[in-house]
């Protein structure tokens, strides 16, 4: 089956409603599969990409990178799929493959840049469409197994969600021992309250208000803590071997750092739209790391679908119809999902 022009959901314009339409997708190359896409999760960012929060998009834009399917076509030169393998798309669909980073597995740093699963130009001069698509054609090498272990609508959101979260931990070293405190409970963090508890570690919530305590708590968190309430910022201070920031809105990083323990690190995977500011006196007592993170390479994200099936961690969801997504950006930005929506495919 060669497929040329596929039903998706696609903004227009910048800010401007999704709609159905059809996009095109290349004929299967020599390492290409065809996958037959049965659910494509809604992440933050692919409203910040729509909406043109981090800079000038690319219209229509079909968004979409958290990406379960099964395979339905491969091309004559692959050897790491079949027809009817459970497969995943997270981020990327390229890189430059010869870069130290690339070289290395760490593809989302490529020095020559990723290609973005959507809003990005590929190597071949065409444009990328996301995941809200009945197909997508993407190289063998960029493609994921989804274990069987993991149902498919659940683990769609772990292609951006679950590496977000898995890889940082993994680099901080997040274990027995360490105290790690996730910032916001939504999406993200849910996720990582969930990878950070298998791994051993003592996980503290930091959210906004109590509201979702008794869910923190049932993912695996040992501590839940109000920011809005200042006395926690004194409570807890000195506390933290690491903490993850989720949220996408300017944070005072100086009361957070306040919260590490000597050479512990406050890594940022939420990107605020707005630049923030940052007394360096915040870091430089306690030697404390101010990072960031951003998603995993291909064997990373490989590793944690493997990890999250082996702990039963799917995303706890709600599944929507492909129409309904109008709607469910407005209740992301209000905070109206517990904890990430999924989009049934099927009615695209």
Not at 16 to 43: F, M, N, S
Not at 136 to 163: F, H, K, M, Q, S
Not at 288 to 307: N, R, V, Y
Not at 308 to 325: F, N, P, Q, T
């Amino acid at each position: 089956m060669t497929v040329t022009q596929v039903a998706a959901y696609a903004a227009p314009a910048a800010k401007a409603p999704l709609e159905r339409t059809t996009v095109p997708r290349r004929p299967v190359g020599a390492h290409d599969v065809l996958i037959d896409i049965k659910y494509a999760g809604i992440c933050h960012s692919d409203i910040h990409q729509v909406r043109d929060g981090w800079g000038e998009g690319l219209y229509p834009m079909v968004p979409g990178h958290e990406i379960a399917g099964v395979v339905a076509e491969v091309g004559p030169e692959v050897t790491r799929f079949a027809v009817g393998d459970r497969v995943g798309v997270g981020c990327m669909v390229d890189s430059c493959r010869e870069c130290e980073y690339c070289l290395a597995g760490q593809e989302q740093y490529c020095v020559k840049g990723m290609t973005g699963t959507y809003n990005a130009v590929d190597r071949h001069g065409e444009r990328t469409y996301g995941g809200y698509a009945s197909h997508i054609v993407v190289d063998e090498n960029y493609t994921v197994r989804i274990p069987d272990g993991l149902a498919l609508d659940v683990a769609a959101p772990l292609l951006c969600a679950g590496i977000t979260l898995y890889s940082p931990l993994k680099h901080w070293q997040a274990g027995p021992g360490k105290k790690v405190a996730v910032v916001g409970l939504g999406g993200l963090g849910h996720m990582g309250v969930k990878i950070a508890h298998a791994m051993g570690a003592e996980v503290t919530v930091l959210s906004q208000s109590l509201r979702k305590r008794e869910d923190g708590l049932k993912l695996g968190a040992s501590h839940y803590y109000a920011t809005s309430d200042e006395t926690t910022f004194e409570k807890l201070a000195g506390s933290f071997d690491l903490i993850l920031s989720t949220v996408s809105a300017p944070l005072d990083l100086g009361a957070y750092l306040g919260l590490l323990r000597v050479d512990g690190a406050l890594v940022n995977v939420g990107a605020p739209e707005e630049p923030v500011a940052l007394n360096l006196f915040s870091v430089i007592g306690g030697r404390k790391t101010l990072a960031g993170s951003m998603i995993g390479g291909i064997a990373e994200t490989q590793d944690m679908l493997d990890f999250c099936a082996e702990h039963g961690l799917g995303s706890e969801i709600e599944l929507i119809r492909a129409d309904e997504v109008n709607e469910a950006y407005e209740r992301v930005l209000a905070s109206d999902v517990r904890y990430r929506f999924v989009i049934d495919a099927s009615t695209i």
